[in-house]
């Protein structure tokens, strides 16, 4: 090891430049990575470079810096990252640098790391006077010198660059070692690869048109970081994330201000930013910094309908102003791909000799325009492309970006489904080759069994318990089961929760655990589903079906028969043998004494199938006697019971989809949860208490007050008395809030609760004091997720603890309270995505559902809706029939006012006002004088409102300002008239049918493009059963439904 120093020039807090002088250590022997190393004393594990390539390419730090995204295509193997690139690409950002680590360890790309600043013969200090630039390529070119000649010549090195001098000075020094640009290279090794030509042209041009010719300067220059620093420390600026309004994304952006609302109490709404001005350049998502400004410019929220009104949190007095500001620096910029569609040509754009710049429009309407520089736009028009933004300097009035791929034609099934998962940041590729080697095999000819082994490790319920799962109809991933019997002689009753051992099969850091982490949650989408975990697992040996033999993590409680209260509990893992695999609506109808085949009873003679049937139906029934009992004692501790939107597909005797209809919850819906939330709550306190500083758990913080503003305005209005002061309290003041005439209105009154609930969020418990574990939703000190590890990771990190923690001798190293941290942040935000994306993807379908219906002859079209809340425009509706939500507008842009003319209250658009009350809001014609109340019902018509540039939406008209009377008979009428197919299949087949017969005239879809859909084609019927499955999932951690799930 040689000892040598390295001079460092940084600035200061203060913007001081500092010559830094620190010790630097070379060593002779640092890692290559590479298969064809002969060097015993190359200490290479983990990822390796293949040994049959033509040749390993080096990027020097500008490629690495500008050309990052061609780099991670992975038809280009064999590439090395040197360390002086990456450092260079540190400089650029975070965020830069995070992705180039993440496609390093990704097993799917070959390429390696080597730290060339540290090996003796590579290293290159940096001369007096030598630029920056011109040592890194020095630098770089070291490296592969080194590298070509480490491996004895044994493959040729390419180092690719930008600058012609460096091509000129090194490409003819050593044969073997080539030195050129990153064209030539594309060109010469990698010309069929289309994808990446188009890629490097897009960028090229981007850097080549950046902004210039106007040097008028449209924003404020940001400020220095290090005046930001000192102004966020002494209190002259905020610091928060910046989230635009999607409903009037134009005007209204808040900046989220966590942990000052204690401190201020006006900053307690976060801080609003109104206009474009002053949100100077921040993009959604972005950490800025604002200046307050004065307290005679602060600003309300807006209180008239917009666009897509209708799912947003609503405060009390929404007028009222509040803290605003205006930005003045970005700490971290958070862009990430950004779906766009390029518009027609209507003259307007600029366009040189070879391309042409074209303002994109986002897809997500909070992004602003951005403008690309491409040869391709005419062929571009009306599509959907993947962009990427570069920059955006204070003299545009736009960000510059560039085009990476396209998607396909806007309003295709397949194009639109996409976008969901990129706008979502949602990328699900197949599981590769190397992952599902991982995995054990099961197959006809190799069928998998129980390891004799294993078996006697663990304790054997097969003989001893009766085990059954209760899952949605055609549920293939069972990850849990239920067995309940009695002991010592009827005094005591044994309850137990089985779930599958995904951990057995999957090792913690191995590809398929990474792959699992990355993902942290299964995805599902209205026609298909993104498994967490590859198929042999989810839908095979980790499924708990029934008649065959499993392993399982169980929790085992003995209750006193009378009381039931627990006078031991065990945790371990078992061999289970599921008895009798039930769906919802046959357990229920056990349970309600209706007569039901049970498949797994259909061969026994009748003596046989009777005594085992009554077995069964005594054990559900002691379950139900149990999980009320459960439920009682959460609910004397005030858990919430709210209300959430699920719809189902009803479906006729072929299968097929006869309407969209809410789901009536079943009680044995309400068991299976309370079970699975008690032993989510019993391993939660095991793992705590065994590991205090480092347990993963889900905390649910209690919501802001000011959430719950529209909450009691509108019980309010309907003379109820809601009282938010505690979990407790609220959920008594919703039990009373009952009206005989309208079951409809404490339906609303739940759900605008559940809307304003804060988000469940898992946490380790060494970042957060132990006041914060407390679930305030389901009323519980302690919870975590235990019960679902097929499609959720936490469960997965809980299953470890929970078996080191029954393992207190073992040396296994444990992850560290900030590692469990970073991983649990990690699992929320993708959490959040799944929702997102599942939201997205049903009001997709909904669209589809209506779309080529005509809503002024079809029956389907009209339906009743029961008003909610009030605008200064209009009001919300919520449609149960469909369970929708939506704005109904009362007074257009023309200046027209929706007025019921006629005895029947049929609506009319005509001249005239609109004028809001605290219960009601009235609009005032030639016609006369028209009232709407808070809980009213009325008649709406449901259309779809088509935007090339953006998602298609559900418009909701009024009809007439009288509940909806004649829709049952002409429904069925409709239904009865239609063919075998639904309207939404009809629509999804129709796509599908046009896309093959277009298939000839259109390029297929590129191989990345179909790895977006992963599943398997499925049925409908399952396709369906997915998507209730889903909403059943939930459930069963939260029978309450809130805004976030348990």
């Known amino acids: 090891m040689i000892k040598t120093e390295k001079i460092l020039h940084l600035r200061s807090s203060r913007g001081h430049k500092v010559r830094v002088v ?18 015993e004393g190359c200490d290479n594990d983990g990822k390796l470079l293949p040994a049959d390539l033509t040749h390993y390419v080096v990027p020097d730090a500008g490629v690495v810096l500008d050309f990052l995204e061609v780099l991670e295509f992975r038809e280009l193997q064999g590439v090395v990252f040197t360390q002086t690139a990456c450092q260079a690409l540190q400089s ?13 360890k990704d097993p799917r790309h070959d390429c390696v790391l080597f730290a060339n600043d540290f090996q003796e013969y590579s290293y290159c200090p940096r001369e007096k006077g030598e630029s920056l630039e011109r040592w890194q390529a020095r630098s770089v070119y070291s490296a592969a010198v080194w590298y070509y000649n480490h491996l004895a010549g044994m493959i040729s090195v390419v180092m690719i660059t930008e600058d012609e001098d460096a091509v000129t000075r090194y490409n003819s020094l050593n044969s073997g070692v080539f030195v050129i640009t990153v064209q030539d290279y594309l060109q010469n090794f990698w010309p069929q690869l289309q994808a990446a030509h188009e890629l490097y042209a897009s960028i090229r041009q981007a850097q080549q048109e950046k902004e210039g010719e106007d040097s008028q300067r449209e924003y404020s220059e940001h400020l220095p970081a290090e005046l930001l620093e000192a102004g966020i420390k002494s209190g002259r600026y905020v610091q928060g994330s910046l989230n635009v309004s999607k409903h009037r994304a134009q005007n209204e952006a808040f900046v989220q201000t966590d942990g000052l609302s204690e401190e201020k109490a006006d900053l307690s709404a976060g801080v609003l930013v109104f206009g474009w001005k002053h949100r100077n350049r921040a993009v959604h998502g972005d950490v800025v910094v604002v200046e307050l400004l004065p307290r005679s410019e602060w600003r309300g929220r807006g209180t008239a309908l917009t666009e897509g009104h209708g799912d947003e949190k609503m405060e009390g007095d929404q007028s009222k102003p509040m803290a605003t500001g205006r930005v003045v620096g970005i700490l971290q910029r958070n862009w990430r791909d950004y779906v766009v569609t390029f518009p027609s040509r209507d003259g307007t754009q600029s366009q040189t000799r070879n391309s042409q710049r074209i303002l994109a429009i986002p897809w997500d309407r909070r992004i602003p325009k951005i403008r690309i520089s491409t040869q391709q736009a005419d062929a571009l028009q009306e599509h959907r492309v993947v962009v990427r933004i570069d920059s955006w300097e204070s003299n545009s009035l736009y960000p510059n970006g560039h085009s990476v791929r396209v998607l396909g034609r806007a309003g295709e099934l397949e194009t639109e489904i996409q976008t969901i998962l990129i706008e979502n940041c949602i990328h699900v590729p197949p599981f590769s080759d190397a992952q599902l080697r991982e995995m054990p095999v099961n197959s006809p000819e190799k069928p998998w069994r129980v390891d004799p082994a294993e078996v006697a490790r663990r304790r054997d319920l097969r003989q001893t318990h009766l085990v059954f799962s209760i899952d949605p109809r055609g549920c293939e991933d069972v990850d849990d089961t239920l067995s309940v019997r009695r002991l010592a002689r009827g005094k005591l009753l044994e309850l137990g929760v089985h779930i599958a051992d995904v951990t057995h099969f999957v090792a913690e850091g191995s590809l398929t655990d990474l792959e699992a982490r990355a993902r942290a949650t299964t995805y599902y989408l209205a026609d298909r589903r993104y498994d967490m975990l590859p198929s042999v697992l989810s839908s095979d040996l980790c499924s708990l079906l029934g008649g065959v033999d499993r392993y399982a993590m169980s929790v085992l ?8 209260a627990v006078s031991s509990v065990w945790y371990g893992r078992t061999l289970i043998r599921s008895s009798y695999q039930l769906h919802y609506e046959l357990a229920q109808a056990l349970l309600d004494g209706e007569t039901a085949d049970v498949p797994e009873l259909a061969d026994l003679d009748a003596a046989e199938r009777d005594a085992r049937l009554a077995e069964l139906i005594k054990a559900l029934e002691t379950l139900t006697h149990v999980a009320r009992h459960l439920k009682a004692l959460r609910d004397r501790g005030g858990a919430l019971e709210l209300e959430g939107v699920e ?5 006729d005797e072929q299968k097929n989809i006869t309407a969209l209809v809410p789901r009536q919850p079943l009680e044995v819906h309400e068991t299976v949860a309370e079970c699975m939330i008690y032993a989510n709550h019993w391993v939660a306190r095991k793992i705590q208490e065994s590991f205090p500083a480092r347990a993963l758990l889900r905390r649910h913080p209690p919501p802001r007050h000011e959430l719950f503003g529209q909450l009691v305005e509108s019980a309010t209005a309907r003379g109820f008395s809601v009282d938010t002061r505690s979990n407790k309290s609220l959920a008594d003041s919703l039990d009373r809030a009952l009206d005989p005439q309208d079951p409809l209105v404490n339906r609303l009154l739940r759900m605008m609760a559940t809307q304003a609930m804060s988000q469940a969020l898992y946490f380790s418990t060494g970042a957060q004091p132990e006041d914060q574990f407390y679930h305030y939703g389901l009323a519980l000190d302690r919870y975590t997720h235990f019960t679902s590890p097929i499609r959720r990771y936490a469960d997965m990190v809980v299953h470890r603890l929970l078996v ?11 992850l560290s309270s900030r590692e469990v941290e970073e991983t649990a942040q990690h699992i929320n935000n993708r959490n959040k995505a799944a929702q997102r994306t599942q939201s997205l993807s049903t009001a997709l379908f909904q669209c589809l559902y209506f779309k080529d219906k005509d809503p002024q002859t079809d029956p389907r079209c009209v339906a009743d809706a029961i008003i909610y809340a009030l605008r200064d425009n209009g009001v919300l509706v919520f449609v149960p029939e469909y369970a929708l939500k939506g704005a109904v507008y009362l007074r257009n842009k023309d200046g027209q006012v929706v007025t019921a003319v006629g005895s029947d209250g049929g609506c009319d658009w005509q001249t005239g006002s609109v004028r809001r009350f605290p219960d009601y809001i009235t609009t005032t014609s030639g016609a006369g004088t028209s009232t709407f109340r808070l809980f009213e019902h009325v008649t709406v018509r449901i259309s779809v409102r088509s935007t090339a540039s953006h998602g ?18 002409p429904r069925a009428a409709a239904a009865a008239a239609a063919p075998g197919r639904s309207q939404l299949v009809q629509e999804v087949v129709r796509l599908a049918e046009e896309a093959q017969e277009k298939a000839a005239q259109r390029p297929r879809l590129s191989k990345e493009e179909r790895e977006f859909r992963q599943s398997r084609t499925p049925n409908l019927y399952s396709l369906l059963e997915e998507v209730r499955e889903l909403a059943l999932r939930e459930l069963q951690e939260n029978p309450q439904t809130a805004a976030g799930s348990a």
């Open 22 to 39: 620190r010790e630097h250590y070379l060593r002779e022997r640092v890692p290559c990575y590479s298969r064809l190393c002969q060097d």
């Open 92 to 104: 650029k950002g975070r965020r830069y640098y995070n992705r180039l680590r993440t496609l390093l």
């Open 557 to 564: 409680w003995e209750l006193d028969a009378e009381s039931l």
């Open 647 to 651: 719809v189902r597909a009803q479906l």
């Open 804 to 814: 080191a923690a029954l393992q207190a001798d073992s040396e296994k190293k444990l």
């Open 952 to 969: 298609d939406t559900l418009n909701l008209e009024l009809v007439r300002n009288e509940p909806h009377r004649g829709g049952a008979e």
